[in-house]
């Protein structure tokens, strides 16, 4: 189908400047021609959108998550990480199916597509079925099914990661892409990772793995194996593949170089890590040696919500009062981190996460109407520092309409938003706190 969207505002993800009016051309999946001042004449094959009042964007690219936790949103909150996950989020997580798990990544899709987020990264189990939802809700998704050593003794998730590999990767007319997902050094010991190096010398595709996300994890292996969790995964062989460390958030310098020399990219979470109280990671010194960063939410139950419009505003402020520098995380830096990064980030093609001719049309329509957006001395300033998620008034995947009108065309919110009531039914009582 081929698309006009005209007397448009837009950024195209790559440049540091504006454009108060325009237009786009996309048509079959991708980006025709986007430029200043009126549209080129088109004839009535093309579906016109009257872009007055909003402003175009590339669809967000979020790094890092696990979308079916959406269903443990609220469900354990005011705990650190390591008895968030032990005490609460495992125990609820056993008793998931699924199914269960399919309408817990509805769930996450729902809330994603509203906020302008085209692309996710997923991270846990039931993967085919994940897959399956993202592909009839028309997401673009990079899926991976995670890995937890200590209890993988035969080797039969790895097997299965290896057959999901093999059916979903490029999967949904290439919206698909997958990874191997070993969860973390301290679920995944040194002796299971040399069996995840061994399917990724005969896999291309990317691994994901949480690195370094609280000082615990870091004390820990230092005093197991002398080594902090950058050196032991560098001592396994893991880095000679590409890697997305998702968090990152307590290195060394020593951590910083290994990570720079080997080209690991990082997903970059501040509110997951915030929340948690995990700390900060140290993003000026990532991206003074050149490291691939990319923004994430993590799952619903460490962030309680998946909108990028706030990890954006997060990581533009929050990195400006560590390092005491206004200058040090711009507007333009931490957009590009939810956008054009966020694809490098995860290894995807040149082009996505822009509004360029060629790059897939991915894209985000947001209502500036609002008294948020006036006066526009500068609108760049405006998307980072002043908008949020229920701006969002359109989003396209592959030049496929996901959210018209502010209406999802996809998916059915009335249904997903019953079965996620009747899933969560099963948890544990006494950590249900309705009377």
Not at 135 to 147: N, S
Not at 271 to 293: E, F, R, T
Request: charged share 20%; hydrophobic share 40%.
């Amino acid at each position: 189908m081929k698309w006009l969207i005209e007397n448009v505002a837009y950024i195209d993800g790559l440049h540091q400047t504006y454009v108060e009016k325009g237009y786009m051309l996309f048509n079959a999946g991708t980006i025709e021609q986007i430029g200043v001042g009126m549209a080129p004449h088109c004839d009535a094959s093309y579906e016109r959108i009257n872009g007055e009042n909003r402003l175009l964007l590339p669809g967000f690219i979020n790094t890092h998550g696990h979308a079916a936790m959406s269903l443990l949103r609220g469900y354990a909150d005011d705990l650190p990480l390591h008895a968030w996950l032990n005490d609460m989020i495992w125990p609820a997580e056993a008793v998931l199916t699924p199914k269960d798990i399919e309408i817990g990544t509805q769930l996450a899709m729902m809330e994603m597509i509203e906020t302008g987020t085209t692309t996710f990264t997923d991270m846990y189990a039931s993967m085919d079925r994940v897959a399956e939802a993202t592909i009839e809700a028309g997401m673009r998704a990079v899926l991976g099914r995670g890995l937890i050593g200590l209890d993988d003794s035969s080797l039969d998730k790895l097997r299965e990661t290896e057959m999901f590999i093999q059916t979903y990767d490029r999967a949904g007319d290439g919206r698909i892409r997958t990874t191997l997902a070993p969860h973390a050094p301290y679920t995944c010991p040194p002796d299971y990772l040399k069996h995840v190096v061994k399917v990724a010398e005969r896999i291309d595709v990317p691994l994901q793995i949480h690195i370094a996300e609280t000082a615990k994890e870091v004390t820990d292996s230092l005093a197991a194996y002398n080594l902090t969790p950058v050196e032991s995964l560098y001592k396994s062989g893991l880095f000679e593949h590409r890697v997305i460390g998702a968090h990152c958030v307590h290195l060394t310098d020593h951590d910083i170089e290994l990570l720079a020399q080997n080209h690991i990219h990082v997903a970059h979470n501040p509110g997951s890590n915030l929340k948690l109280g995990s700390g900060i990671a140290p993003l000026a010194k990532l991206l003074q040696h050149g490291v691939v960063v990319g923004l994430g939410t993590d799952g619903a139950a460490s962030n309680n919500k998946l909108d990028l419009y706030e990890e954006l505003r997060l990581v533009a402020l929050l990195h400006k009062g560590v390092e005491q520098d206004a200058t040090v995380i711009d507007a333009h830096t931490a957009l590009r981190m939810a956008t054009s990064e966020g694809a490098k980030t995860l290894f995807l093609e040149d082009g996505l996460g822009t509004l360029i001719p060629g790059a897939p049309a991915d894209f985000q329509l947001i209502d500036i109407s609002g008294p948020r957006y006036y006066p526009r001395h500068n609108l760049l300033s405006h998307a980072v520092y002043s908008s949020h998620g229920g701006d969002v008034t359109d989003v396209f995947v592959a030049g496929k309409a996901l959210l018209r009108n502010r209406q999802l065309q996809t998916l059915d919110k009335e249904k997903i938003l019953y079965e996620a009531e009747e899933a969560v039914k099963k948890f544990p009582v006494h950590q249900r706190l309705k009377v």
